[in-house]
């Protein structure tokens, strides 16, 4: 590793150029399909809903796995809030 390379924050990459940008991963729907085990289809119609946070860029839907966690975070507990019939 580079003494350059040492110096940047967590996270983030320097360009050509010397430009330092954030390395914060983006994820295409396939990969949020199999990172929650579930169908693209569902991924999808979720985005589309506004149930998961994402956004597009022409016209694709795409993913931070920041914000993606943080989500997987967030159901762990709502679902953990809920018996086993879901209610509270």
């Not at 506004?50 to 967030?74: C, H, M, N, T, Y």
Request: aromatic share 6%; proline share 2%.
């Amino acid at each position: 590793m580079s003494k350059l390379s040492r110096s940047l924050p967590d996270g983030a990459v320097r360009q050509k150029g010397g430009t330092v940008v954030s390395r914060e991963e983006i994820l295409k729907l396939r990969d949020v399909a199999d990172l929650l085990k579930v169908g693209e289809k569902t991924v999808y119609s979720m985005a589309q809903a506004g149930e998961l946070p994402a956004f597009k860029v022409r016209g694709q839907w795409r993913f931070s796995r920041k914000d993606i966690d943080a989500w997987i975070e967030q159901q762990k507990h709502t679902t953990q809030d809920l018996g086993e019939d879901g209610q509270k």
